[in-house]
């Protein structure tokens, strides 16, 4: 990476529908960017909050036409976050750590559904839990879009996403305890969701970790897109099957 800006090349795996082996992701700024070198095509992979109030309106819409119910939306309840210093951890290149961990869990509830909706919808009970570990190397090294509190690849102002209850406020908030000169070395979520109407449920856990890092002169060239290179729309990524 080179300032605030950095690219990722993808050497193995894939995430269905988001990138594959041989692709690689250019970050930094208010854009994450997917780049397929073998198609010579690239897209946004951001959450373009625009797109997402527009499709948040448009179902409203639709469910008030079929109930004629102008209350139709979610409930949140029961929601807590949390953001706790968990003391040092394992050296880092002979460097000491520090581990942290936010949690946050919130139950969500339909109302306004249409009369032909059979089944009585459940509370979908949702936590999400991050460990930390941060190491501090002399200086802030720019984070990438999967290894950082921060994140990446979201477009327009995430202020404007509805927050009637003021949770998201309240976890930026706290999440502003994290260190801020330190360099986050590894983090893993796990993401546990239940109370599905069929009774099920659902864990996604992502690790990100950091083997090491080298200092070298960095290729401008490999940090923007190549002239010739095209937008493509972005695909659907399958939630279902994530490698």
């Known amino acids: 990476s080179s300032t605030k800006r950095g690219r990722m090349d993808v050497e193995t795996g894939e995430m269905s529908g988001m990138y594959q082996k041989g692709d690689y ?20 992979a951001g959450v373009d909050t625009a797109e997402l109030r527009a499709e948040l309106a448009a ?13 139709f939306g979610m409930q949140m309840q029961d929601e807590k976050a949390t953001v706790d210093s968990l ?36 509370m979908i009970a949702t936590s999400v839990t991050t460990e930390y570990t941060y190491v501090d190397l002399g200086e802030r090294i720019s984070p990438t879009p999967f290894g950082s509190e921060e994140g990446a690849g ?7 996403i509805p927050d ?3 949770m998201a406020k309240k976890m930026a908030e706290l999440l502003k ?11 893993k979520s796990v993401v546990v969701t239940g109370g599905m ?18 200092r070298m002169n960095v290729n401008l060239a490999l940090l923007v897109l190549p002239d010739d290179y095209t937008e493509m729309p972005r695909p659907d990524v399958d939630l279902v099957n994530l490698d």
Do not use: N, Q, Y
């Open 87 to 122: 003391g040092p951890g394992e050296p880092f290149e002979g460097k000491p750590t520090t581990l942290w961990r936010s949690t946050m869990s919130f139950g969500m509830t339909m109302r306004g559904l249409p009369a032909m909706v059979a089944i009585e919808m459940p």
């Open 154 to 160: 979201f477009s327009g102002d995430l202020a404007d």
């Open 197 to 214: 109407p069929d009774a099920s449920s659902m864990t996604v856990t992502s690790t990100t970790s950091i083997s090491g890092f080298r």
């Open 25 to 44: 992701l250019l970050f930094g700024g208010p854009e994450l960017i997917v780049v397929r070198p073998s198609l010579k095509k690239f897209w946004f």
């Open 164 to 166: 009637p209850t003021g």
């Open 59 to 71: 179902t409203k819409e639709r469910m008030k036409a079929l109930t004629g119910d102008t209350t």
């Open 177 to 187: 305890r994290l260190p801020k000169k330190a360099t986050a070395v590894r983090t």
